[in-house]
C-alpha cells in the first residue's frame, strides 16, 4: 500500500487556478487553432503541457531532486554515476547483481537514460524537469497516433489533455516509469505511418525502436496486441496487402536482430539473457514478499482504475458495456467494424492478458503506466465524436485535476 503523509502539505491557492487555467487554454483555444494551425498548436500545447505538470510537481511534499537522488525510490541516477555504458554493457552479467535498488531488478536502459541526462546537466533537480518534458513528448506521438487513426485533430487533442493530466504519471515524476511510454507510442506512430504510407524506412526503425524499447523497459511489448489489432483492421479493409504483411513481420524482426548482433559483437551484450535476469528476479521478488497470484487479480484492477483516472474509465466501462450491449449484431459483420471498436476490444484484451499474466503484483500505478496511456485514446475519440462539447470535456479534465492534486497532497507515492 502506499501510505498517507501525516502532515499534508496545501498547495497555495494560485497552483489549482493556473492548473485550471492553462488546461482551459488547452482545450478551449486549441480546439479552435487545431485545424487550422496545427503545428503552432501543437507547439504551443506542449509547453502548456509542460508547465502543468511541473505545477503538479510543485504540490507533493519532496522535490524531484531529493526523489532523484534516492536509492530507496530509483538507483539508476547512483548507478550511472559510478560506471560508464561501456562497462555497462560489456559487463552486464557480472555487474547487475551488484547493483542496489532497482537498477538491479531493471534493463540497463534506464541507467543509460541519467547518462544520456548528464550530457546537458548535472543538477539532478534540472534532470526531474528533463525526465517531464521527454514524458511529454510522448503526448505529440498519441496524437499523432490518434489523428492517423481516427481522422480527427479534436480526437487527437483530447487524447493529448488525457495524456499530459494522466493521474500515475504525475504520482510518480520523476521515475522513469513516467518515460516509458514514449518508447512504446513511438512504435506503434512508426507502424501507423507505413500503413499510411509504406515506406520501409519506418519498418527498419520500428526494429530499432523495439530494441532500445526492450533495453529500457521490456514490459510494454504485451501491448502488441493493439498492434495485431490496427494491423487485422487495415487487412480486412484491404488497405494493405500479404506482402505488406509479410514486410510488417520481417523487417523489423531483421532490423531487430541487426541491433542484437551490433551490441552483442561491439560489447558482448546478450539482450536476451539480461532480459531473462529480470525476468527471474521479478519472479523471485513476488515469492519473497509473499504477493499471492489470486489477491491482485483484484487488486491491481482497483489500482489501476484509480491511477488511469476515475472519469477516464468510467467513459471507458460505459463504452465496454455499449459495445456489448451490440456484440450479438458487431459480430455477424466484423469486416465492417469502425476502427474505434477494434481498438477498444485490443485495448480490453491487452488488460486482461497483462492482468491474469500476474507478473506484476501491486504496484501497478506505477508499473502500468505504459498500459494506462491507452485507455486516453477510447474516451478521446467518445468525448469528441460523440459528446461533442469542450465544456463537458473541460469537466472531464477538471476531474482528473482535482484527483491528481488530492492524491499527490495525501499520498506518499514515492518517499525518499
Known amino acids: 500500500t502506499f501510505p498517507y503523509f501525516q502532515n499534508m502539505i496545501r498547495p497555495p491557492f494560485w497552483i489549482p487556478l493556473l492548473l485550471f487555467v492553462l488546461t482551459g487554454v488547452l482545450i478551449y483555444l486549441g480546439s479552435k487553432l487545431i485545424k487550422n494551425h496545427e503545428a503552432v498548436t501543437l507547439i504551443g500545447g506542449i509547453f502548456i503541457a509542460i508547465a502543468i505538470q511541473i505545477l503538479f510537481q510543485q504540490i507533493y511534499k519532496y522535490p524531484m531532486d531529493v526523489l532523484i537522488k534516492s536509492n530507496d525510490d530509483t538507483s539508476f541516477y547512483t548507478v550511472a554515476s559510478q560506471y560508464s555504458p561501456f562497462d555497462i554493457l560489456s559487463h552486464y552479467q557480472t555487474l547487475a547483481p551488484t547493483f542496489i535498488g532497482h537498477a538491479r531488478s531493471n534493463m540497463p536502459g534506464k541507467i543509460f537514460f541519467f547518462q544520456f541526462l548528464s550530457l546537458f546537466t548535472s543538477s539532478p533537480q534540472v534532470m526531474g524537469y528533463l525526465i517531464i518534458a521527454i514524458s511529454t513528448f510522448g503526448g505529440l506521438l498519441l496524437y499523432g497516433i490518434s489523428k492517423r487513426l481516427f481522422q480527427d485533430k479534436t480526437v487527437a487533442l483530447y487524447a493529448f489533455v488525457l495524456y499530459t493530466l494522466l493521474p500515475c504519471k504525475q504520482d510518480?515524476?520523476?521515475?522513469?516509469?513516467?518515460?516509458t511510454p514514449v518508447f512504446i507510442l513511438l512504435s506503434l506512430y512508426l507502424l501507423i505511418v507505413y500503413l499510411d504510407s509504406k515506406n520501409m524506412l519506418y519498418l527498419i526503425l520500428l526494429g530499432i525502436t523495439l530494441y532500445v524499447l526492450v533495453l529500457f523497459d521490456p514490459s510494454p511489448l504485451v501491448t502488441g496486441i493493439l498492434?495485431?489489432?490496427?494491423?487485422?483492421?487495415?487487412?480486412i479493409q484491404k488497405k494493405i496487402s500479404i506482402k505488406n504483411l509479410i514486410a510488417i513481420i520481417g523487417i523489423p524482426v531483421l532490423s531487430f536482430a541487426?541491433?542484437?548482433l551490433l551490441f552483442y559483437v561491439i560489447f558482448s551484450f546478450n539482450l536476451w539473457q539480461s532480459l531473462h535476469f529480470v525476468f527471474l528476479d521479478a519472479s523471485d521478488f513476488n515469492v519473497r514478499a509473499n504477493r499471492r497470484y489470486t489477491l491482485w487479480l483484484r487488486e491491481n484492477v482497483k489500482e489501476f482504475f484509480y491511477g488511469a483516472g476515475l472519469p477516464v474509465m468510467m467513459i471507458f466501462i460505459y463504452s465496454i458495456f455499449t459495445f456489448l450491449s451490440q456484440?450479438?449484431?458487431?459480430?455477424?459483420?466484423?469486416?465492417?467494424?469502425?476502427?474505434?471498436n477494434i481498438y477498444l476490444v485490443s485495448l480490453t484484451l491487452t488488460f486482461l492478458i497483462v492482468l491474469f499474466l500476474g507478473i506484476n503484483r501491486g504496484e501497478v500505478t506505477r508499473l502500468w503506466i505504459y498500459l494506462a496511456v491507452f485507455f486516453q485514446i477510447p474516451v478521446a475519440v467518445f468525448m469528441a465524436k460523440k459528446v461533442k462539447s469542450n465544456t463537458l470535456f473541460f469537466i472531464v479534465a477538471g476531474t482528473l485535476i482535482v484527483q491528481n492534486i488530492i492524491s499527490l497532497m495525501t499520498v506518499g507515492f514515492i518517499i525518499p
Do not use: C, M, Q, R
Open 327 to 340: 456484440v450479438k449484431e458487431e459480430i455477424k459483420n466484423i469486416s465492417h467494424w469502425a476502427v474505434e
Open 227 to 235: 498492434f495485431v489489432g490496427i494491423i487485422l483492421f487495415d487487412l
Open 258 to 260: 541487426a541491433i542484437y
Open 172 to 179: 510518480f515524476f520523476p521515475i522513469l516509469n513516467t518515460v
